[in-house]
């Protein structure tokens, strides 16, 4: 399983545009990048996967480089909701996701 | 809207005690997850299900067992529980067909075991 590292924390002002980094260096060719976002005494929740380039829904962007050793989670005019722990995760079969520690972003008002 | 409904939210068990995790899904998902969250470890896989009476060990089975009796229904037991075993306890469900590998999880259960 490809292994991700992302920072651990993170601090942004409401309405400033967000990108976490991930990298995963070991990552195959069969392999998507998956996002998911986890508010306090939740569970996770899917965000956003991409296999290379861009890929754009209604919550956020994922930019992938063609090397894909890297990926860029893009949240745009953050507002104090989106203070959260973002996850990084490589999938590289159809039923094992290996959550690593996350990002815990923190949004100051 | 994918529910995935666990039985307790909280629950407090003592040393020994055989510990049943209860785990509901809505949408007819073939596969079903258990995780654990763990300060600073992230969440690690357990075990998980890909069809009724299947089961695979995750990552950090030892202590642990799980039955799939039912397709909506993914139990985890923990035949003798200990201290280590603390932990908040994440169910989640996934569509085997889906083009993405997108988990619906379940609120948790923060289980504390003295």
């Known amino acids: 399983l490809a292994k991700t590292t992302q920072p651990i924390s993170m601090d942004s002002y409401e309405g400033q545009e967000v990108n976490i980094t991930c990298s995963h260096n070991?990552?195959?060719?069969?392999?998507?990048i998956t996002w998911y976002q986890q508010f306090p005494s939740q569970g996770p929740r899917f965000i956003i996967q991409g296999y290379k380039t861009k890929v754009t829904n209604e919550v956020a962007s994922l930019f992938i480089p063609a090397d894909r050793k890297s990926s860029t989670l893009s949240l745009p005019r953050v507002s104090l909701s989106d203070t959260a722990v973002y996850y990084c995760l490589v999938v590289a079969g159809s039923y094992q996701l290996t959550f690593g520690k996350g990002t815990k972003l923190s949004v100051i008002p | 809207d994918v529910k995935v409904t666990q039985s307790s939210r909280y629950l407090v068990k003592r040393t020994g005690e055989k510990v049943f995790l209860e785990c509901v899904q809505d949408m007819d998902h073939e596969n079903m997850f258990w995780y654990r969250q763990d300060p600073g470890l992230g969440l690690r896989l357990i075990y998980f299900s890909y069809d009724v009476k299947m089961k695979e060990k995750g990552d950090i089975p030892e202590g642990y067992s799980v039955s799939r009796e039912k397709k909506e229904r993914f139990s985890l037991i923990l035949e003798s529980a200990s201290t280590n075993q603390t932990s908040m306890y994440l169910c989640?469900?996934?569509?085997?067909?889906?083009?993405?590998?997108?988990?619906?999880f379940g609120p948790g259960t923060r289980l504390t075991v003295l």
């Open positions: 070991n990552i195959a060719t069969n392999d998507y």
């Open positions: 989640a469900s996934r569509s085997s067909t889906s083009s993405y590998n997108e988990q619906f």
